[in-house]
């Protein structure tokens, strides 16, 4: 399975925006990067994910680099309820999800 | 979205004993997984329950140990067999409707092994 690199915790203020980083240097052509992530108490939820260009909804956007080596999830004005914990995934079509460590958003009222 | 009916949602059981999780989805799903998440720790993934054909699990895991089920496109169940407190954990269930789309997760089955 291709890996993925993120920071063990980053912390922001509140109202701020969140640039989460993600490498994946080994990312094959058919991997779609996919963001998850895991309030307290509460199972992973679904953020955004993409291929090759950049995608936004409602709760995020995704920039993903032109060599697709690495990209970034976004959080466009950060609130108390966006603390949780960040999984940046790489999922090569209908294949498994694998997690990794996962970055820890700390938000500063 | 999907609708996802974990049961139960917390257990506290005696060691040697099984229990048995239930995953029940409001609408047909092609992929339907399991996963472990221990105190402070990521997911990992136990298996790949197969409608109609033997799950297929991850290193680590046999099913001996922890037997799967999925007799249709909406159902599914997780047993952990001969409990010890290591197999205190919670158990998500998580399915996707299409080809490498977003993944779904039931509110998981916190088990406690006495």
């Known amino acids: 399975d291709a890996k993925t690199t993120q920071p063990n915790s980053m912390e922001s203020n509140e109202e701020e925006p969140v640039h989460l980083p993600c490498n994946h240097s080994?990312?094959?052509?058919?991997?779609?990067i996919h963001w998850y992530r895991q309030l307290p108490s509460q199972g992973p939820e679904y953020v955004i994910h993409?291929?090759?260009s950049n995608v936004n909804n409602r709760m995020a956007s995704l920039a993903i680099a032109e060599d697709r080596k690495s990209s970034t999830l976004i959080l466009h004005r950060a609130t108390l309820r966006d603390a949780a914990v960040y999984y940046c995934?790489?999922?090569?079509?209908?294949?498994?999800?694998?997690f990794g460590k996962g970055t820890r958003l700390h938000i500063l009222p | 979205s999907a609708v996802i009916s974990q049961k139960p949602s917390r257990d506290i059981c005696q060691r040697g004993t099984s229990l048995t999780i239930q995953c029940q989805v409001d609408?047909?799903?092609?992929?339907m997984f399991w996963y472990r998440q221990q105190p402070g720790q990521s997911l990992t993934l136990i298996a790949t329950?197969?409608?109609?054909?033997?799950?297929?699990?991850e290193s680590g895991f046999v099913i001996d140990k922890f037997p799967i089920s999925r007799p249709n496109l909406t159902f599914s169940t997780l047993t952990v067999s001969n409990m010890s407190p290591e197999d205190s954990s919670i158990y998500l269930c998580?399915?996707?409707?299409?080809?490498?789309?977003?993944?779904?997760f039931g509110s998981g089955t916190q088990l406690s092994v006495l």
């Open positions: 998580s399915v996707d409707r299409l080809t490498n789309e977003k993944l779904f």
């Open positions: 993409g291929l090759t």
């Open positions: 609408s047909q799903v092609t992929m």
């Open positions: 080994t990312i094959s052509g058919t991997d779609y």
């Open positions: 995934i790489l999922r090569d079509r209908d294949d498994k999800i694998i």
């Open positions: 329950a197969n409608q109609g054909s033997e799950a297929t699990y």
